[in-house]
């Protein structure tokens, strides 16, 4: 069992950066695709950004540019640095580990982009 937590979440002006990162325990994450999600009030969750073990990176259109997502396999984190970010970057960013047919989530950090 996977357990992972997301923490960097927070208040940022429109423009502004933040880092987020996922700290997993209970196994080590290095074989797993690692993905960041997020959730606006009102909306479905939609995919942000994935790395896989042999670190391709995906990311959705609307954060392509802005976003970068890595991961730290001695530290089994996974971090999504987000720039120039927008109001309609407002959601709860969950973080979700994936190994063949398992799956696991995170509780999500809350990232509040206003003036």
Do not use: H
């Not at 979440?9 to 987020?20: A, D, F, I, K």
């Not at 996922?22 to 606006?40: D, K, L, P």
């Not at 984190?77 to 709860?92: F, I």
């Amino acid at each position: 069992q996977v357990q992972l937590v997301e923490s960097g979440g927070g208040l940022v002006q429109p423009g502004g950066s933040l880092r987020l990162s996922c700290t997993a325990s209970g196994s080590a994450i290095s074989t797993y695709v690692m993905n960041w999600y997020r959730q606006a009030p009102g909306k479905q969750r939609e995919f942000v950004a994935a790395i896989t073990s042999g670190r391709t990176t995906i990311y959705a259109n609307s954060v392509k540019g802005r976003f970068t997502i890595s991961r730290d396999n001695a530290k089994n984190t996974v971090t999504l640095q987000m720039g120039s970010l927008k109001p309609e970057d407002t959601a709860v960013y969950y973080c979700n580990g994936v190994l063949r047919d398992l799956g696991f989530w995170g509780q999500g950090t809350q990232v509040t982009v206003s003036s």
